[in-house]
């Protein structure tokens, strides 16, 4: 077989399992969520600890990086992050022990430092929203993002008496939330790549100078009389 033909073949394949691939996606909600919103965050990391930590940990993460990256005072996080005597230099672990959790829900529930990178924020923003009534499940319900999740609908009291878009707004900070424990350097990066494209800038105008002023001896200098 001719190579060309062996590339064509190779493209045409590609795009149709693409297009199988694409057939079958569900449909995802944008989670829009910003990790420079400060008091997002804040939001995300209070109710995470009210209503996740219970079952999942984030054992990449410390309680005083969250409390230095989100400026909260001491006060803050004891009062909304650390509930049983850690010690602010801890990683977040989960008091669930793994063996008995397995038991409780078939799956243990998985740490969450990097779901917002394996996932993506689309995907768990959509999830967490996503349960629906099934009396057939343990937990009397469903989710039409991961079929037949483990995980019993946790927000079902947060969002009673609450105004929908309220609603959305909690599960967005608890996303945006996960994003930011899953690059917490995200914060520093995207605020310095403004400074760095500045100094680039700066340095682009002067490079041009000299450059003109080298070129002015090449041009005209020693070597070349003036036109
Ligand atoms: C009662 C225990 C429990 C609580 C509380 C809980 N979860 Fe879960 N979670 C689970 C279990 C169990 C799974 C595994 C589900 C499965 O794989 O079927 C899970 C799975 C997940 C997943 C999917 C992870 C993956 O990679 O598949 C995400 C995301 C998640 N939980 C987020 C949250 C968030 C955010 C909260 C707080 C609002 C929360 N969970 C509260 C038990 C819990």
Known sequence: MKIRTKIKLALASTLLSFSV????????????????????????????????????????????????????????????????????????????????????????????????????????????KGFYEDESKAFGVNNKVLANASMPDVLWSLKEGKPEAEFDQDVRDITNFLDYVGEPAKLIRTSLGVWVLLFLGVLFILTYLLKKEYWKDVKYGIWRPRD
């Open 21 to 128: 691939l694409a057939a079958g996606d569900l449909h995802l909600d944008h989670a829009n969520t910003d990790i420079s919103d400060t008091a997002s965050l804040q939001n995300g990391a209070k109710l995470f600890m009210n209503y996740c930590s219970g079952c999942h940990a984030i054992g990449f993460m410390r309680y005083n990086r969250i409390a230095k990256d989100l400026n909260l005072n001491d006060s803050l996080v004891s009062k909304h992050l650390m509930f049983a005597g850690e010690k602010p230099g801890e990683t977040i672990t989960t008091a669930m022990p793994k063996d008995a959790a397995k038991k409780w829900f078939g799956n243990p529930p998985p740490d969450l430092s990097l779901v917002a990178r394996s996932k993506g924020t689309d995907w768990i923003y959509t999830y967490l």
